[in-house]
C-alpha cells in the first residue's frame, strides 16, 4: 500500500511565480517528513524537512507546511525559477523505525522563463 | 567530495543471471540503505543497515541479498535475476540520527532481459 501519495504527476508554472507541490500520507506514525529534488541520470538530493511537532519549516525559497489533522504537507517555492525544474518527491518516515522511510512517486516540476 | 558512489553505473543482463551492486560512502555514516525506483512509483527500500554488522529486510526484499562489508561499503546482490527486477537503484547512507537526511548516489540502472 502506499503510504505517502502526490497525486499531481506534474505542475508547470511560470519564473517568478510561486510553485506548490502536495502530499497526503496514511501513516498516523509518520513523525518527520522530507523532500527531495532529482534530476535527470543523478541521485535524489535532500531540500528540507519537518518535524510532526511544527506545522512550518523555512529555508530561503523553500518552505514546507504540515498539516497533521489533514495528513498532508506542502512545499511551495517563492520565486520559482528555471533551475528548480526537477522532480520532487516527498518521502516520510516513523519513530518507531526510522530507517524505514517512505516515498511519493514524484511530481515533475517545470519552470519556465 | 564524492559522497556516495554507486559501481556500475549501468549494466545489461540475462534473466538467471548474478550481479552485485557496489556501494561506498567516505562522509564515515553508520546507515545504509538500498533502495529501488520504478516508472510512476517512489522510491522503496529494498534492505537497510542501521550500524556496521547489521542488516535488515526492508519494504521490497524478496530476490535480493545484502553484505555490510565495513562501515564504508554495502552491496546488493542479485542471485537470479528476474525482467521483474529491471530498475534504477539508489544507495544512500546518513548519520544514522533520527533526523537527519539520507544522502544518495547516482544510481544503478539495471536492465534484465
Known amino acids: 500500500d502506499q503510504q505517502v501519495k502526490q497525486n499531481s504527476p506534474s505542475l508547470s508554472v511560470q519564473e517568478g511565480r510561486i510553485s506548490i507541490l502536495n502530499c497526503d500520507y496514511t501513516?498516523?506514525?509518520?513523525?518527520?517528513f522530507l523532500w527531495y529534488k532529482k534530476y535527470p541520470a543523478e541521485g535524489p538530493t535532500f531540500l528540507i524537512s519537518?518535524?510532526?511537532?511544527?506545522d512550518k519549516n523555512e529555508d530561503g525559497r523553500f518552505t514546507v507546511f504540515l498539516n497533521k489533522s489533514a495528513k498532508h504537507l506542502s512545499l511551495h517555492i517563492v520565486p520559482s525559477q528555471p533551475g528548480d525544474s526537477a522532480v520532487y518527491f516527498c518521502a516520510a518516515r516513523g519513530w518507531i523505525n526510522n530507517n524505514d522511510m517512505r516515498f511519493g512517486a514524484g511530481t515533475r516540476l517545470t519552470v519556465k522563463p | 567530495n564524492a559522497g556516495v558512489t554507486q559501481t556500475p553505473k549501468f549494466q545489461v543482463l540475462k534473466t538467471g543471471q548474478s550481479m552485485t551492486l557496489q556501494c561506498a560512502q567516505d562522509m564515515n555514516h553508520n546507515s545504509m540503505y538500498w533502495y529501488r525506483q520504478d516508472p510512476g512509483m517512489g522510491l522503496r527500500l529494498i534492505y537497510y543497515s542501521a550500524s556496521e554488522g547489521t542488516t535488515d529486510k526492508g519494504e521490497v526484499p524478496n530476490g535480493y541479498n545484502v553484505s555490510r562489508l565495513n562501515k564504508r561499503e554495502f552491496s546488493l546482490r542479485l542471485e537470479s535475476a528476474a525482467p521483474s527486477q529491471t530498475s534504477v537503484y539508489f544507495c544512500?547512507?546518513?548519520?544514522?540520527?533520527?533526523?537527519?537526511?539520507?544522502?544518495f548516489g547516482d544510481g544503478t540502472r539495471l536492465s534484465i532481459l
Open positions: 544512500a547512507s546518513t548519520v544514522g540520527n533520527s533526523n537527519q537526511p539520507q544522502h
Open positions: 501513516n498516523s506514525m509518520f513523525d518527520y
Open positions: 519537518i518535524s510532526s511537532i511544527k
